[in-house]
């Protein structure tokens, strides 16, 4: 079974946005498997809330302005 697992900022997509890489995701390891693989593939998208990731000694926070809103 195909599984992918992404780990995102909390509140960085919307549920489209989720919806639409969960989808496109798929397509792509379907590609690869084949057909066959479309109903047995996993796809995980894990928010991260802020102030929990970071690179270089560098925590992470989104800025408001850069928060999805699923208006």
Known sequence: MPFANYK???AALTRA???ELI????DLLVEY???AAR???MVLIEE???GGYGRADV???VPEEYRASDD
Do not use: A, G, L, M
Request: overall charge negative; aromatic content about 10%; glycine content about 0%.
């Open 8 to 10: 995102v900022p909390q």
């Open 39 to 41: 109903p047995h593939t």
């Open 33 to 35: 498997f084949s057909e």
């Open 17 to 19: 946005q989720k919806e």
């Open 23 to 26: 989808h496109r995701t798929t």
């Open 59 to 61: 925590v992470f926070t």
């Open 48 to 50: 991260v809330p802020d």
